[in-house]
Structure formats: C-alpha cells, structure tokens
C-alpha cells in the first residue's frame, strides 16, 4: 500500500474511532467499572482522600500499569481523571479500529471492505447488557487491552512480528488476563511455523512482557493489596460492590436483558466447537499427540483446583472412600477415550461431516435422557432442539443450492427405512422396512418392495 492509498484509509479509521467515540457506542463514566477503579486512582492521587473506602484502601491494580499511567498524566497535565483516562480510550479506539483494518486486509479484502470491516468492530457490533461488546463503554483496562490486541492480531497476520510483539506487551501491561489467550495462539502458531525470525520477535516480546510485569508488581509506588486466587471477599465489601458494580451479580440484572444470554451461549458453543473441529482436523501433528498438548494445557489447572479443594476440605477424591475414588478415576477412561476416537475420526472427516455430528450428538443425548433416564423436557427444549434442526435444514438447503448451481444432479431416492426396527408406540407391530427382521431370531429377509425398490434404482438413466 502506497502513501496515495493509506492517507485515505488512515482518514476514514480516525474518522471511524471519533464517530464512535462521540455518537455510538459512545462512552460513559462512572456508570460501571469506573465506580471502583476512580476511587482507587484518587486515592493514589492523594492519600488524604477515600480514607474510610474499602475499595480505595485495598485496591487491585497490582498487575497493571493503568494506575501508574492514570495518575503520572494528572501530573503531568494537570487534568482530571475523566479527561486523561477518556484521551486514551479516544486514542485506543483509534488503535482497535487500525487493528480491524489490518485484520480485513490479512483476509485478503479489499482495501474498502477492510475498511468496512473496521466500521462494524468500531461502530456498535454490540449486544445490550454489561460486557457483552466490541468495545468497552468505559476507559478501563480490560477495554483498553482488547484494543491494543487488536492492533497485534492485525500486525502478526501481515506478518510485522516485531510491532505486533510491541502492541501485546502494551496490551498485557494493561490486563494480562485478558492478553492471555492471545500469548496462547501466538505460542502454538511460532511452535509449528518453526520461523527463526518470529520466534525471536516471540521470546523478546514475552521477556518484556514478564519483565514489565514483575517491575510494576515489585516497585508499586501507589501501594496494591495482595492478589489471592480463588479468594473470596469479605460481605461488607461484597455489598458495597453490589451497589457499586450491580452487574456482576446476574440476581440484579435487569430481567430485559436476561433472554439475550442463552441466544450468546448457543452462539458461543457453536464458534467453540466449530473452532475445535477445525483445530483438531488442520493442526500438523497426529490425534494423540493433539490430546496430550489437550490434557498438558488443562492438568495444571485441573490440579491447582483440586489442591484447593482439598485445602478446603470439599475434595471427594481420596477423602477415605476407595470406591468413590475409583469411579471418579473411571470417569478420566470414560472421557478420554471418546475424545480419542473423536481425534481420530476428525482427520478422516470432512468438517462439514463434523459439523453435522455435532448436531446429532446432543440430541442423541437429549433422547436417551427423556426415552431412557425419564428426565423432564421442559418448555426451554422444546424451543431449542426445532431451532436447532431448523438451522440443520437452512445449512443443508444451502449446500444444495450450491451444488445445483455448480451443475451437480442432487436427485436420488430415499426409503424409510431399510430394516424393521422397533417403534417407540407400535413396538414391533409396526412393519415398513424393506428388509423383514425376526424378532427372536433376528434372521433378516428381503421383501418384495426391496426388490422393487432395487429395480426402480437400477432402472435410473445415467448422469
């Protein structure tokens, strides 16, 4: 892209960044997160204020930059809290925006749909209610680390390992946890791509990146209270964040919003697992090796989970019931090897076959649960599972439109069902298979429409 090319596009993603942070989304302060972290940035500010707060008197900001850059611009500018913090999410909006536009063109879009693109991330691919968006309303740090890993996505698919490097560091010194899966990709793509160059653009960025991390956590010149993981807070403060941050409490959510979150969940298990059947079909490395990277990523926090359990006495594993413990033992055979199967058979399969499994599976789950087990099938599934199949059916009317298209004859014939089976309310008074099976027996013999049936197949004209 030359300069004639990217003074245009460099024009149209700042226009984009500004239209969405001054008309929509748009932004907001002090209306969620802000509530606790302003607070916390006053108090750093000055010590005499909030000196009776919870919040500002055991703040969370140990791994993160965002207070000591907060509060070194009011010093530095004289300017408030909402001003500095508002300058870097305008700024921020700017990288996100940049990052989608890098990520459109890597896809092979057109410089305009690249900029498209970038207009749907930055000008409202939202979902009303709390943190389900593109873009975060608040200058926070989740919000501006999602928008700096954007700007690294964008860079590593164009292949500028080293300024994408530079852009995850800033976006881990923000908020590591949410720049951890980032690292992940980033550290299987470099393991197979086998790349000297990225992988020193890796090791580099992961050196800042830690360092940057240990420096802010060791120096704190502002003062943090002590990370506890799988903490729980003290009720005082669990109430006071409940007026504070009402929407990390879903009792207190507005009972609008609630219908959207199952729709986002079956969203979200469909992308996963499409992603995971995608994953296990095009990785280079063989099935078995793909489910020991599976179990070595899962094991260290299967076992921290379990080492606090146990710490607090709520382990059933080896708590003095040996049969107790070899069931839940059972249960890793029990799971393992179907996911090895699974691993198997993907890379023998088509991925739309896949797809198409793992729409038969659960409601294969669902009918054994209700024929077998008796459970109850509620209103919720009555809903779900036609949605389900009504989307089975647009998917499978597509690819026939394809094929049509293409030329292809889709014609053929179907006969329900090939052998006698047993009906669920006629049992086996009920015969319309073209092959008769004996009950007792089994034996299996062809009536007369099987042969019919095979003399009408064998009677089609050819192409």
Known sequence: MNLRQAAPAALALAAYALLGWFVFPGRTWLQSDTQIYVPILERQHDASLFARDEIALRPHVKFTFYDEIAVGLRRLTGAGFEAVLAGQQLLFRGVGVAGAYLVGLALGLPPAGALAAAALFGLG????????LTLEYEPVPRGFAVLWLMLALGLAMRRKWMWAGAAAVIATLYHPTTSAPFWVCLLLHWRYAHDRREGIALELSVAAAAAGLAVIA???PFGADRQVML???PPELEQI?????????????PAGWLWQYPLLAALGLTLTWGAYAFFKKWLPMGPSEGFLLEVLILSPFALLYLGWLMARGQSHFLAGDVATDALLLGCGVVTAVPLLLYAHGAKLLRLSTIGILQYISPTLVALVAVAVLGEHFGPA???AFPMIWAALAIYTASFL????AAGADIRGYLAWTLLDNLEWSGGRRIRFGLVRVEPDSLERRPKASFRWFAGLIGS????
């Open 125 to 132: 691919a939202v979902i009303n209610g709390p943190a389900v």
């Open 218 to 220: 060791l120096l704190q």
């Open 231 to 233: 903490g729980r807070i």
């Open 241 to 253: 964040q409940k007026y504070r941050g009402a929407y990390n409490w879903i009792s207190l959510w």
């Open 381 to 383: 599934r009555m809903v």
């Open 401 to 404: 439109r394809q094929a049509r």
């Open 460 to 463: 089609a004209p050819e192409g």
